[in-house]
């Protein structure tokens, strides 16, 4: 197990300075005019542009502005936004309503998916299961960028059931039809992996052995299939972190929730790239923990399961 998470840390320091790198050189590359984005149609004087260039090295080419930001982000330092604002005090600010909407959104989608892939299973090839399928496909033909202002405006403006936006103290309540339409984006997939894996479970050996034993039914699906299930869910679950989180992107820019996501848009329009770069790597770093610690779930939820 202490070499499996020694190796696992390895890979997620190798896949961390790539993604910085990457998104790094996508901002560098579309970067034409960050000052003047950020000062709209606004004049810049000459002091004001060589002060800015100066402190945020934007003349020393890709290479140079990369080093800089890595030298200052390994000891613990976001840096500033092109706006002159801490990085890590936009991150304090945005962070909380982010994770309460993702957190949100992982309960709706992970109880929802249990419950209809479940039922699926068990009556596999009924009604039940035909409408799941029609709803999960409808669902993966739906993208997020016309589901969430469609949302918005059929139960917010139209039958007034939900707020049409949400602060960043946002309640409960403000918060749930954007986690609904958030959990969109991973219900469906997580949905077909729960029928799946239960129906495959169903046909094992151990499933007519505790028939054959006289176990109820009711107890051999929701002790012993539902166990083994999970373990597919979960690894989703993980992966779906990321997706929620890019999701949020979209999600908090139409509902207007100041959140990680919206921070990360106003940073792509007004070019800022410490701003966008600086979210990204920590969004990472969320990432790559999280299907770390779902890695080490696998041991717990099957013994069978061993790293070497």
Same mark, same amino acid.
């Given at each position: 197990?202490?070499?499996?998470?020694?190796?696992? @840390?390895?890979?997620?320091?190798?896949?961390?300075?790539?993604?910085?790198?990457?998104?790094?050189?996508?901002?560098?590359?579309? +970067?034409?005019?960050?000052?003047?984005?950020?000062?709209?149609?606004?004049?810049?004087?000459?002091?004001?542009?060589?002060?800015?260039?100066?402190?945020?090295? @934007?003349? /020393?080419?890709?290479?140079? +502005?990369?080093?800089?930001?890595?030298? &200052?982000?390994?000891? #613990?330092?976001?840096?500033?936004?092109?706006?002159?604002? /801490?990085?890590?005090?936009?991150?304090?600010? %945005?962070?909380?309503?982010?994770?309460? $909407?993702?957190?949100?959104?992982?309960?709706?989608?992970?109880?929802?998916?249990?419950?209809?892939?479940?039922?699926?299973?068990?009556?596999?090839?009924?009604?039940?299961? &035909?409408?799941?399928?029609? !709803?999960?496909?409808?669902?993966?033909?739906?993208?997020?960028?016309?589901?969430?202002?469609?949302?918005?405006?059929?139960?917010?403006?139209?039958?007034?059931?939900?707020?049409?936006?949400?602060?960043?103290?946002?309640? !409960?309540?403000?918060?749930?039809?954007?986690?609904?339409?958030?959990?969109?984006?991973?219900?469906?997939?997580? @949905?077909?992996?729960?029928?799946?894996?239960?129906?495959? &479970?169903?046909?094992?050996?151990?499933?007519?052995?505790?028939?054959?034993?006289?176990?109820?039914?009711?107890?051999?699906?929701?002790?012993?299939? $539902?166990?083994?299930?999970?373990?597919?869910?979960?690894?989703?679950?993980?992966?779906?972190?990321?997706? $929620?989180?890019?999701?949020?992107?979209?999600? /908090?820019?139409?509902?207007?929730?100041? #959140?990680?996501?919206?921070?990360?848009? +106003?940073?792509?329009?007004?070019?800022?790239?410490?701003?966008?770069?600086? !979210?990204?790597?920590?969004?990472?770093?969320? !990432? $790559?923990?999280?299907?770390?610690?779902?890695?080490?779930?696998? %041991?717990?939820?099957?013994?069978?399961?061993?790293?070497?």
């Amino acid at each position: 197990m202490f070499r499996y998470i020694v190796r696992r @840390l390895l890979q997620m320091i190798l896949t961390f300075f790539g993604a910085t790198f990457v998104v790094f050189a996508l901002m560098f590359a579309n +970067q034409d005019d960050p000052i003047q984005a950020l000062a709209g149609e606004k004049p810049v004087s000459d002091s004001l542009r060589e002060a800015l260039t100066e402190r945020y090295h @934007l003349d /020393e080419g890709f290479l140079g +502005q990369y080093w800089h930001y890595m030298t &200052n982000l390994l000891t #613990g330092d976001l840096g500033e936004s092109i706006s002159g604002r /801490e990085i890590s005090a936009l991150l304090e600010t %945005a962070w909380p309503v982010t994770v309460r $909407l993702a957190l949100m959104a992982l309960v709706i989608a992970g109880v929802l998916a249990l419950a209809a892939g479940v039922w699926s299973a068990i009556r596999r090839g009924g009604v039940f299961d &035909n409408g799941a399928l029609a !709803f999960t496909l409808l669902l993966l033909a739906l993208p997020i960028v016309v589901l969430a202002p469609v949302a918005q405006w059929i139960f917010a403006m139209e039958l007034d059931w939900f707020p049409a936006t949400a602060s960043r103290n946002a309640s !409960f309540y403000a918060l749930l039809l954007p986690a609904i339409v958030l959990a969109t984006t991973v219900v469906a997939t997580q @949905l077909r992996v729960t029928r799946t894996s239960v129906v495959e &479970n169903l046909g094992a050996d151990y499933v007519r052995t505790a028939r054959a034993k006289g176990l109820a039914p009711r107890r051999i699906i929701w002790v012993h299939v $539902l166990r083994n299930s999970l373990i597919p869910l979960i690894t989703l679950i993980g992966v779906d972190l990321g997706v $929620l989180m890019s999701g949020a992107l979209v999600t /908090e820019e139409v509902f207007n929730i100041p #959140g990680v996501g919206s921070k990360l848009a +106003q940073g792509i329009r007004t070019e800022d790239g410490p701003m966008v770069v600086g !979210f990204v790597s920590v969004l990472v770093i969320v !990432f $790559l923990v999280m299907n770390l610690v779902v890695d080490l779930l696998y %041991a717990a939820l099957d013994p069978r399961i061993r790293y070497e």
